[in-house]
Structures are given as C-alpha cells and as structure tokens.
C-alpha cells in the first residue's frame, strides 16, 4: 500500500480527535504526522483485509481458535515448502491435485464456494448429511449453474477445506466399523456385504468362493454363484477380507460368518506388516478407510491448498469459527453435525483398544502415520 494513501485515508478521522491524540501523546508535529500515518496504514489494511483471498484469514485476531487454526495452516504450508524437493518420493502425491479422487465435495454455498476433502472416517456422513440441507435451503439454480462448472474452475473459485482425525483414533473407529465383526448388522448395513447371508455359509463355501473368483466365464457353477452375488464392489470386498482371514489363520477353514472377525492385534498387524497377496495390497475398496490422510487429499498443489484445516477432535470450535468469519451459513452447518458435540468417552476407549498391542506396534503405527502427524500436528 502506498503510504500517501494510507495516510489520505486517516482523514476520515475527525480533526477533533486528531487534537486529542496530539495533546496526549505530546508529540511534534512531524512525530505525529507518522503515528497518524502509520495508524492510517493500519485502517486502510483493516478495511481491505476482507477482500484479500489466498492469504491468511486470521492475522488480524488474537482470539485462542483463530490462531490455533492459523497455526494449522502455518504448518501445513511449512511442511510443504519442505516437502517441494522432486527428489522426495512424498511430492508427486503431496504436489498433483489429480490425487484428491472423489475425497473432494464441492459446496456451492450462498456466500462462497467451498471445497472440502473428507478422508474416510472423518465425518462424511455428516458432510452427506450439510450437502443435502444446503440444496433444500436455497436455490437450486446456483448448484445447477455451480455443478455445471469444470473441477478446475470449481476449485479456483471455492476456498478449501481439509477434514482431518488423529491417526489411532480413526484407527480404532475403522476397526470397530470393519474388522471387529465384518457381519456385524449393528457395525455396517447388513445387507451390504452379500458375504454374510446365511446361505453363503454352507458346505464348501471356501471352494465356492475362490472358485467364482478364479474360473473362466463358460462354467455354470460358477456363474449361478457369481449372478447371486454379483456386485463388483461389495463382491471384492466380500473377498477381500475373506482373504485377509485366511492370511492370518493359515491353518483354519472359514465355514460361518461368526468367524470373520478380527482380533484390534490382528488388525494392526495387518496394517503394519501388509500382506504378499497382490489382490490383498492392490485392493481400493475399504482399505481408503485408513489409508493416510496425506494420500487422500492432494495438499500443496498450489490450485488445492487448503484455507482452513479441520480436526474432528475439536470440530465444533472449528465449525463456529468459520461461521463467525462468515465463511459458513450459521443455521444449518452446525446442526449437521451432531456427532462433533459429543467426544466424551473416545479418548478412554482408544486408551481400552491400544492396551491390546504392545509398544513396538505402536511405534509402527507411529512411522505409518508419520507424515500425516507431521502436516497436521
């Protein structure tokens, strides 16, 4: 800003209270001529830090949350500065905002756009739940117009959101929902995973199954099978950790859905060591689910970094935040998420969960995970 102007722009103050400032301060003219500059300066940057976009929204304010949420965007962007170096193996991901896949949901909101990754198990039901309130509450035409735009322009115009969870909590919400008990009906739909009808579970089922999934398209057996079951998604999934069981229990047959469960040791293992089964380790079905953060969301590419960074831990605070800077409709965001009010009792069921395993898993969970607590803190 050009000082003249900034100083141009203190005139507005009225010349009553410039005399009291004088008289106060006992200043020369010339001393006072570059205080009432300076506080100019700061007026004229005050009435224009609201247009200023792609730049810290928090400088300004003092306040605990804004600047924990500006410190959270510090460093992030730190992290990434560190993290620009071509020759680490992390910047293709970290760099290429074609690795955001579907994680990313645009939001034509009524003041301005946002654009949210919402990794698995950090509150996407509930951001399901914000999308559909936005499009009853206001016109449809906007999200017609909005929807019609490229992903490119979508970004541009939006500001950015990234949803984040600390890595064992999310952990032991995976587990709970997957691994604990595959067919549990009160954990996942039911109906989802064709694996735990009943009549699944018969005599050969092991046979049935490896069989369906490795014979060619002419065998009649296999293809009634596959017409029952058939469903790509939830079918390979089905298999998935069909396999995984039979991975860690060499020595057993699978032959009730009571027996797809998983020991929270078991699982971590899993995660840790992975597996030699090329269908296990190239499988992107449930496994996006605990996947690092820093892989579902494309972070440091200039057209993706994020404005304003999430944590589930504290998302009311964080929510309200960006209602009070306006960056959020008041009535509906909040209401839309009601499981962001309620975090009493996780941390004494992850401490339940993590007394299972010992120290070194720990330690393997922490190396897993170690560049989403280095970009999130």
């Known amino acids: 800003f050009d000082l003249v102007r900034a100083c141009d722009a203190f005139r507005v103050v009225s010349m009553s209270s410039k005399k009291i400032l004088i008289r106060k301060l006992s200043m020369s003219k010339a001393q006072t001529f570059s205080t009432l500059c300076l506080f100019g300066l700061w007026l004229t940057l005050s009435m224009s830090l609201p247009q200023l976009q792609r730049t810290s929204f928090f400088s300004s304010s003092s306040t605990s949350s804004i600047k924990s949420m500006d410190d959270r965007i510090q460093l992030l962007r730190s992290k990434c500065r560190k993290y620009s170096d071509p020759f680490r ?117 092991r046979s049935k199954l490896l069989s369906a999934a490795t014979s060619s398209s002419n065998s009649s057996s296999s293809l009634s099978f596959l017409n029952y079951m058939y469903d790509s998604y939830r079918y390979t999934n089905d298999l998935y950790m069909f396999r995984i069981w039979e991975e860690i229990h060499p020595h ?100 339940k969960y993590y007394s299972m395993i010992t120290k070194d898993n720990v330690r393997g969970l922490v190396e897993k995970y170690k560049l989403d607590h280095e970009l999130f803190g």
């Open 89 to 205: 193996p992390e910047k293709a991901v970290l760099f290429e905002h074609g690795s955001l896949g579907v994680e990313v949901v645009h939001f034509p909101t009524p003041k301005v756009p946002m654009s949210v990754c919402i990794p698995h198990k950090t509150g996407s039901k509930s951001w399901g739940i914000f999308s559909r309130q936005m499009k009853a509450e206001h016109e449809v035409e906007s999200f017609i117009k909005y929807s019609s735009l490229s992903w490119k322009d979508k970004s541009a115009l939006a500001y950015k959101i990234v949803v984040v969870r600390h890595p064992l909590e999310r952990l032991v919400s995976v587990y709970r929902m997957i691994f604990e008990d595959w067919c549990n009906p009160e954990g996942i739909p039911y109906q989802r995973w064709k694996i735990c009808s009943n009549e699944i579970f018969n005599k050969g089922f």
């Open 252 to 351: 057993s047959e699978i032959v009730s859905r009571e027996q797809l469960k998983f020991t929270f040791k078991e699982f971590i293992h899993f995660l840790i060591e992975g597996s030699e089964d090329p269908f296990i380790s190239g499988h992107k079905g449930v496994s996006y689910h605990w996947a690092p953060i820093w892989k579902e969301c494309s972070l440091c590419s200039p057209l993706t970094t994020p404005d304003f960074v999430l944590h589930l831990e504290t998302l009311s605070q964080d929510l309200r935040l960006l209602e009070r800077i306006g960056k959020a409709p008041r009535s509906s965001f909040t209401t839309s998420f009601p499981h962001a009010h309620d975090q009493n009792g996780s941390q004494k069921l992850v401490a």
